[in-house]
C-alpha cells in the first residue's frame, strides 16, 4: 500500500516526542508506538477512532500524564 498523500485526520504529535517509563506510550502526543508507527498507513477513519481515543483520555485525569496540555 503507497504512503498517504493527504489527509483530512492530521497527526497529534506536537514534536514532544518522548516514551512514558514502560516504553509504550508517547509523552508528547498519547499515542502508542504501534499507533504513531502505523499513522502515516491508517486511512481517516482509523485516525479518528485514535483521535477520540486521545479526546476521551485527555479529560480522564487517570490519563492526563500521557496526553499534551
Known amino acids: 500500500m503507497p504512503a498517504r498523500l493527504t489527509s483530512d485526520v492530521q497527526s497529534p ?3 514532544l516526542c518522548t ?3 514502560a516504553g509504550k506510550t508517547c509523552l ?3 499515542r502508542t508506538v504501534a499507533e504513531i508507527a502505523t499513522w502515516s ?3 481517516d ?3 479518528r477512532v485514535i483521535m ?3 479526546a ?3 479529560g480522564n485525569p487517570a ?3 500521557t496526553l499534551p496540555p
Open 45 to 47: 477513519a482509523a485516525r
Open 52 to 54: 477520540t481515543r486521545l
Open 41 to 43: 498507513r491508517l486511512d
Open 13 to 15: 504529535c506536537i514534536k
Open 28 to 30: 508528547g502526543c498519547g
Open 19 to 21: 516514551l512514558d517509563a
Open 56 to 58: 476521551d483520555a485527555k
Open 63 to 65: 490519563h492526563a500524564e
